[in-house]
């Protein structure tokens, strides 16, 4: 501390700015989640959307029922709307029956499940006769510890990089209030998470970037804990787990191998070992959306007869009989075939499933031309009667969920258009400059860390850009590209930076708070249902 600095008000102030903030952003968000309710469905709860809803099902299907299994859980008949969710598979459980579960991986489901089990205990509620109650206490002891961290952390490495009170100011309002991380506080998800875990392991690695030899054990195991936690509720935060692996090798190759690896599989082992109990496969259920492999192929064109359904052709069942499938297929009760068109894409000429009635048997047919009909083991776990991705006469999916065919636009939209990241926060544009200034070199942080920012944001825009038509869908029906939601950590710093160049010029600050005001309302504009389109979407 400087001399003269321990009686300075100023000094006082700037250290007591962002825990006012964070004190601030956590009332606010808790007032929020005590009074959370959709009185939009039938029976009032804290269940906004079909992907929150996803994970409260199997919330409630492990403490209920003991199982993975939601079949249990959904009421596809309306008289619950919301225990019914359009993010479900099915496939073969453990018991050889068809069943439907979550879509979502089971790791972050299973830890809220231990505090739903320690609620029912000690207060007798469950969540079919009491969703207000438990579903709040779930969401305030998990979204608001996420915010904690998330605010901590970057409150620790604002002080780190001798930020001034004004920084201090505007970056922690900005976290606090004027992103979708506080918009979707009142809901389920994924995104929160997995930011406050990006937060921590950037807290982490500047330790170890800037200065190796001060770096702790504690520093790599934490990085690797929370890059892998990151990676297991964003998939392409994945790529941020190897970035922040190599760096800390090139630090300290022997705490690297030891600590972050350490780190890694606290996660790694729980997220692989709970899929397995959940599905019997290594890989999360959303991976299972193509059709198994080829079996056999019959020649002739059968479109006519398919079409017609019920009836199977003879060439099909003798071939069926010749091929290693045989003792399956005669044991199918009551066959039938329907037409199904995958997320709203011709396959070949036409797309069959042959299923039984009342068991687990079933295969995909396609004519690849007009000579030759391909029978595949079926594989596509989204592809069951009635699925909201599968359709048999017109396009059943909202708008939204149909995919923008142009990439080029799909991009604009995504980073400046309707539910675009600069767009909807326009306070990030500042944050182009501060990493700008950061990459150069130009502020206390190392810049490696500015060109790993850059590096994970052009990878998720350019990881949804390059998916299929049915993909780029800008998340469906949301506030806000949730898919982005965990990049803010790094914007967040190139903010920091940008105010610590220009604070002192002119235009910074009627600038900057023009930005953030506009940011602050747009991010609010959703408060009450995160799980609805951004204000700019007119579709």
């Not at 959904?74 to 099915?90: A, C, E, M, N, R």
């Not at 190796?212 to 934490?222: A, K, L, M």
């Not at 964003?234 to 705490?255: D, I, K, S």
């Not at 079933?362 to 069951?384: F, K, S």
Request: glycine share 8%; with cysteine.
């Amino acid at each position: 501390m400087r001399a003269g600095q321990a009686n300075d008000p100023q000094c006082d102030f700037g250290r007591l700015v962002p825990w006012l903030l964070i004190a601030a952003c956590l009332a606010v968000n808790g007032a929020r989640i005590a009074t959370v309710r959709n009185d939009r469905t039938r029976g009032e709860s804290p269940f906004f959307s079909a992907n929150d809803r996803s994970r409260w099902c199997t919330i409630r299907a492990l403490v209920d029922h003991g199982t993975f299994a939601i079949d249990r859980v959904i009421d596809p008949t309306g008289q619950s709307i919301h225990w019914d969710t359009i993010d479900k598979v099915q496939h073969v459980g453990w018991d050889g029956q068809l069943h439907f579960y979550s879509s979502k991986p089971p790791l972050f489901p299973t830890l809220l499940a231990a505090k739903y089990w320690v609620i029912k205990q000690i207060t007798g509620w469950n969540l079919r006769d009491h969703p207000l109650a438990v579903g709040r206490w779930i969401l305030a002891t998990t979204n608001l510890t996420a915010l904690a961290v998330l605010l901590g952390c970057l409150a620790c490495w604002l002080r780190r990089q001798q930020a001034s009170a004004a920084t201090h100011l505007l970056v922690m309002t900005t976290a606090g209030f004027g992103t979708f991380l506080t918009t979707f506080a009142i809901t389920l998800n994924n995104h929160l998470p997995a930011a406050a875990a990006i937060m921590a392991a950037l807290l982490c690695l500047d330790r170890i970037v800037r200065q190796p030899e001060r770096s702790s054990v504690g520093d790599f195991v934490i990085l690797g804990v929370s890059a892998a936690f990151a990676a297991a509720n964003e998939l392409p935060a994945l790529g941020f787990w190897v970035a922040a692996g190599g760096l800390a090798a090139w630090c300290n190759l022997r705490r690297t191998a030891t600590a972050f690896v350490a780190g890694t599989l606290l996660v790694a082992i729980p997220f692989f070992w709970i899929n397995w109990l959940a599905h019997g496969e290594w890989s999360p259920a959303y991976s299972h959306r193509q059709d198994g492999p080829v079996l056999f192929t019959v020649e002739g064109d059968f479109r006519e007869s398919l079409d017609a359904g019920e009836t199977i052709p003879d060439p099909i069942i003798w071939a069926f009989q010749k091929s290693s499938a045989a003792e399956a297929f005669v044991s199918l009760r009551e066959p039938y075939v329907t037409a199904s068109r995958w997320m709203g894409q011709n396959v070949g000429l036409g797309r069959w499933v042959i299923r039984d009635r009342r068991g687990p048997n079933q295969w995909v047919l396609i004519q690849n031309d007009e000579r030759t009909l391909a029978v595949h083991a079926w594989g596509n776990w989204y592809d069951y009667p009635g699925s909201y991705w599968t359709t048999t006469s017109g396009d059943n999916r909202s708008l939204v969920d149909r995919g923008e065919r142009s990439r080029f636009v799909y991009l604009v939209h995504a980073t400046v258009g309707h539910h675009g990241f600069w767009s909807l926060t326009p306070i990030f544009l500042l944050a182009v400059l501060g990493i700008g200034q950061w990459s150069l070199g130009r502020a206390p942080a190392p810049p490696v860390l500015a060109w790993l920012a850059i590096a994970m944001t052009v990878m998720v825009f350019a990881f949804y850009v390059s998916r299929e038509t049915h993909d780029r869908n800008y998340g469906g029906m949301t506030s806000g590209l949730r898919w982005a939601f965990w990049l803010i950590p790094f914007w967040l710093g190139g903010l920091a930076f940008a105010c610590q160049r220009y604070q002192h010029h002119r235009w910074w600050w009627p600038v900057a708070i023009a930005l953030l005001a506009f940011s602050i309302w747009s991010a609010t504009y959703s408060w009450s249902n995160p799980w609805t389109h951004p204000w700019p979407y007119l579709k």
